[in-house]
């Protein structure tokens, strides 16, 4: 499963490193986040996509605290 969310983040630096900590994620297929769309885009299983997600901005906002994400 495919979802695209709308995701606020504040530099290119903070959405590569943030695209890194979510591919690291078990059960994460891929992951993009686009600074200039501001724009990411998760895939995972289907039936584990809620909780992939779940991790997934728990692993964003380590990396920018003030990252908003949410479906596009």
Known sequence: MKKTFKCEVDCANCAAKM???VKKISG???ARVNFMTQKFTLEAA???FDKVLD???KACKKVEPDCEIELA
């Open 19 to 21: 695209e890194e900590a």
């Open 28 to 30: 994460v297929e891929n």
């Open 46 to 48: 289907e039936e584990e």
């Open 55 to 57: 991790e997934a901005v």
